[in-house]
């Protein structure tokens, strides 16, 4: 079946400092690429929607030039948190969506990435 | 009011039980997706509906589409199958989903 490799699971980051979050799918094109976070106890709240070779979309209140979204082939995709706080930290996922739909094929989600910012 | 709903938030059984998990939506959708949550975080796309019933192994999904309304079903339930589950919709046009808050599942020995 389809696999989405997220990585890295968790990453621990001084405050300031970057973290770039890859998510790779493994045997399919992925056309589109969504990004989550996620707070404990609630449910996916979607940041961003990349396509591959154009601009991310990014949701209201999510800051582009905090969270930069790069989907720069059909079986990559990174998320880089610039100058980190504390406030980032949260659990980010991604969800992959392969060439031909989600109406045929559905979503294929990454194993997430738990980020600490001290 | 969230255009999905799921219930109940929280559940525990007993092993061996039959469970029921619900999900209302009130807008319109091509497709639903039932999603399980493993408590590391990692999700797995269990079924996506657009009509009728689905069924994998002890995992049954049903939906009516007229009454905007699905279900999933746990038949003989199992301390592994203890996670958050999450309905989904996605809407008419293009491939965002929108989410329900989930139901935690605990199912004890």
């Known amino acids: 079946g389809a696999v989405v490799s997220q990585h890295p699971s968790w990453v621990i980051c001084k405050s300031g400092t970057s973290v770039k979050i890859e998510c790779r799918s493994l045997?399919?094109?992925?056309?589109?690429m969504f990004w989550y976070r996620q707070f404990p106890k609630q449910s996916l709240m979607l940041m961003a929607t990349?396509?591959?070779?154009?601009?991310?979309?990014?949701e209201q209140g999510v800051e582009k030039d905090k969270f930069l979204i790069n989907h720069a082939s059909l079986t990559l995709s990174t998320l880089t948190v610039t100058s980190a706080h504390p406030e980032d930290s949260s659990f980010y996922i991604c969800?992959?969506?392969?060439?031909?739909?989600?109406?045929?094929?559905?979503?294929?989600f990454g194993s997430g990435t738990r980020l600490t910012v001290v | 009011k969230n255009e999905v709903e799921q219930s109940p938030q929280n559940l525990t059984a007993q092993e061996g039980e039959f469970i029921t998990i619900n999900c209302s939506y009130s807008?319109?959708?091509?497709?639903l997706h039932w999603l399980q949550q493993h408590p590391g975080g990692g999700i797995v796309s269990l079924f996506m509906?657009?009509?009728g019933k689905k069924k994998h192994g002890r995992l049954i999904a049903t939906i009516n589409i007229q009454e905007k309304h699905s279900s999933l079903h746990i038949t003989a339930s199992h301390p592994r199958d203890s996670a958050v589950y999450i309905c989904?919709?996605?809407?008419?046009?293009?491939?965002?989903?929108?989410f329900g808050t989930g139901t935690r599942l605990a199912v004890r020995p």
């Open positions: 969800s992959a969506v392969p060439w031909g739909g989600a109406d045929n094929y559905g979503y294929t």
């Open positions: 045997d399919f094109q992925a056309t589109t």
């Open positions: 990349s396509n591959e070779g154009s601009k991310a979309t990014y």
């Open positions: 807008v319109g959708i091509s497709a």
């Open positions: 509906l657009s009509s």
């Open positions: 989904a919709v996605r809407g008419s046009s293009g491939d965002k989903l929108t």
